[in-house]
């Protein structure tokens, strides 16, 4: 099945201890994403990565980190949470744009993080 | 920079109406998509309907279809024969055709009433 899969689903944890949210996509998708979604700001885009090695800032990098060493695999990185990193996060793929077509994003489930 | 607007936080229809959910957004690029997601109570994030900004003719899938006004910067979200399953968020968001950002509308919460 193809999928977009994020481990963990929930986390709690305490401030300035680190933690990694992974995701991984199984349909070869060269272009992965991360959102943090909030209440009445819907998602922001938090960095983005468009092949192995390739990734650039989204419009809420700080405090995050990413690394693409492998095309199905785009973990995202705190590592220093704090408060204001509460929050519902997404991981998203897709086929990259390519002449006219344009390749949906498919989301993963979702994780929901609170640092205490 | 890319702003997408969505001025209605929440609304509500009846079952079988047809509700019209709005989104504006600011760009100085030509060529671009717009789309819209729905996000129900699952959290799950769902593509509706998506339109390539150098087609003049509106999308359509099934109940949903949209309205394009590519001078008004503007690209609503018309839902036919309101359904329950409809009750959701919908989000507007934009990506230029270069595929880098993608830009998320604040969402709107739709309630389909019995």
């Known amino acids: 099945e193809a999928q977009v899969t994020q481990n963990p689903r929930y986390l709690i944890t305490v401030t300035g201890k680190k933690l990694t949210v992974t995701c991984s996509q199984n349909?070869?998708?060269?272009?992965m994403s991360w959102y943090r979604q909030d209440p009445g700001l819907g998602l922001r885009q938090i960095y983005y990565?468009?092949?192995?090695?390739?990734?650039d800032k989204g419009d809420v990098p700080e405090g995050y980190k990413v690394s693409r060493k492998e095309k199905r695999n785009f973990p995202l990185i705190l590592e220093s949470p704090s408060p204001n990193q509460t929050s519902l996060y997404f991981c998203?793929?897709?086929?990259?744009?390519?002449?006219?077509?344009?390749?949906?994003?498919?989301f993963g489930p979702g994780t929901r993080l609170t640092v205490l | 920079a890319q702003t997408v607007t969505q001025s209605q936080p929440e609304m509500s229809v009846q079952e079988a109406e047809t509700v019209t959910l709005s989104c504006t957004y600011d760009?100085?690029?030509?060529?671009?998509?717009l789309f819209w997601y729905k996000q129900p109570p699952s959290r799950q994030m769902i593509l509706v309907i998506r339109?390539?900004?150098?087609?003049?003719q509106n999308a359509t899938e099934n109940r949903f279809s949209v309205n394009f006004q590519k001078a008004a910067k503007s690209f609503s979200l018309k839902i036919s024969d309101s359904q329950l399953g409809d009750t959701a968020m919908y989000f507007c968001?934009?990506?230029?055709?270069?595929?880098?950002?993608?830009?998320f509308g604040p969402g709107t919460s739709l309630s389909v009433i019995p």
């Open positions: 998203a793929s897709s086929l990259r744009w390519s002449g006219s077509s344009y390749n949906e994003q498919f």
């Open positions: 349909m070869n998708h060269e272009y």
């Open positions: 990565s468009m092949n192995v090695e390739v990734t």
């Open positions: 760009t100085s690029e030509s060529n671009y998509y």
């Open positions: 339109q390539e900004a150098y087609k003049q």
């Open positions: 968001a934009f990506i230029k055709t270069s595929y880098d950002k993608v830009i």
